[in-house]
């Protein structure tokens, strides 16, 4: 059975900075019997309507660190430039 666990980022820290990338790392695992082969990290904003989708992970029965790398904003398509704001964490198994 698929699952999708989302998570609304936190506020960021004052200044002025420019976000290069996005790097989501999550601790996953599958259930003793369970095949999870398509775990996947990714952004949305939080209307839902648009979603970068990291690679697929396979999970083994033990946690593990998965990760992926978005250089790009999923809204916009381009850099992230000052703001994370509106976004949301999205980890789904398939």
């Given amino acids: ?4 666990g989302q998570a609304t980022l936190p506020s ?10 996005v790097k989501v790392i999550a601790r996953a695992l599958s259930t003793s019997g369970a095949t999870a082969t398509s775990v996947k990290l990714g952004f949305n904003n939080t209307n839902n309507t648009t979603v970068a989708v990291g690679s697929a992970h ?9 990760e992926d790398l978005f ?8 850099g ?5 704001t509106g976004y949301q964490l999205n980890l789904r198994s398939a």
Avoid: E, H, K, R
């Fill in 1 to 4: 059975m698929a699952q999708d």
């Fill in 12 to 21: 960021q820290p004052a200044g002025n900075f420019q976000i290069v990338a």
């Fill in 58 to 66: 396979t999970a083994t029965i033990a946690f593990a660190p998965y």
């Fill in 71 to 78: 250089a790009t904003g999923p809204t916009t398509g381009s």
């Fill in 80 to 84: 992230w430039g000052q703001n994370l």
